[in-house]
């Protein structure tokens, strides 16, 4: 429920920055489910970058995602949501 919880914190601060509607392509369509639309890119890229903790490919896909606008609220919510899908760390692996 957590990671959950993240993810749409990542989604939400992204939607309150930008301007235009978030362009996506319809899972439910096969025709178009196969096409990943710019927007849909520059989220991936940033909480890719996120997580491997690329900071500055991160920003620049937070800006071109916010269209120029604030980016401090998303990189926040992409920093904590990939805090939130850490693999745990195991006794074998410390």
């Known amino acids: 429920a957590e990671k959950m919880r993240r993810a749409l914190a ?6 309150t920055s930008r301007r235009a509607v978030f362009q996506l392509s ?7 489910s196969s ?12 909480v890719q970058s996120t997580r491997q903790g690329r900071t500055s490919t ?9 269209e120029g606008n604030a980016i401090e609220g998303v990189m926040a919510a992409a920093r904590a949501f990939a805090k939130a899908v850490e693999p745990k760390k195991t006794a074998v692996d410390a």
């Open 58 to 66: 991160a920003a620049s896909s937070a800006m071109l995602l916010c």
């Open 10 to 15: 990542v989604v939400h601060e992204m939607r």
């Open 35 to 46: 096409i990943v639309t710019q927007d849909e890119r520059y989220l991936l890229q940033l």
């Open 26 to 32: 319809n899972p439910r369509c096969q025709k178009c």
